[in-house]
């Protein structure tokens, strides 16, 4: 069985926060110097998403079984949601982001009736 290994979708850009200082403290007119006070870290991506680059990331796959086991996940920036997977490619690819959202957020509920209407058996009615 062969393993498709892709670049990972997203990476670390550091984010420098400088701040200037006196070179020498106890002189009120000494040189300043520019120095990094703290490091943050910005997720992004290492390709923009397009089909094509879509395409080129299924097509290093030559197995279509590993082809499943790549994530394509999507994610609402302006709310706090969490990500959500879509299991379709083709639905990744060709459907809008508002409609697959929607699908990927909408609760869906099965009643297992295999085992008797476990409704009959409820405490309050």
């Not at 923009?48 to 197995?63: D, V």
């Not at 920036?77 to 699908?103: A, C, Q, V």
Request: charge should be neutral.
């Amino acid at each position: 069985m062969t393993k498709c290994f892709v670049d990972p979708e997203l990476y670390d850009k550091p984010m420098f926060n400088y701040q200037s200082k006196p070179v020498n403290p106890k002189d009120v007119f000494s040189k300043t110097e520019r120095k990094a006070v703290s490091v943050t870290y910005i997720k992004e991506p290492t390709v923009t998403f397009t089909q094509k680059n879509l395409e080129l990331l299924y097509s290093a796959c030559s197995n279509p079984a590993d082809r499943k086991s790549i994530p394509l996940v999507i994610k609402n920036e302006e709310t706090d949601e969490s990500p959500r997977s879509i299991p379709n490619h083709e639905d990744f690819k060709n459907r809008p982001f508002d409609e697959l959202w929607e699908w990927a957020t909408t609760p869906r509920f099965s009643l297992d009736r295999s085992v008797k209407d476990q409704l009959q058996d409820r405490q309050y009615g």
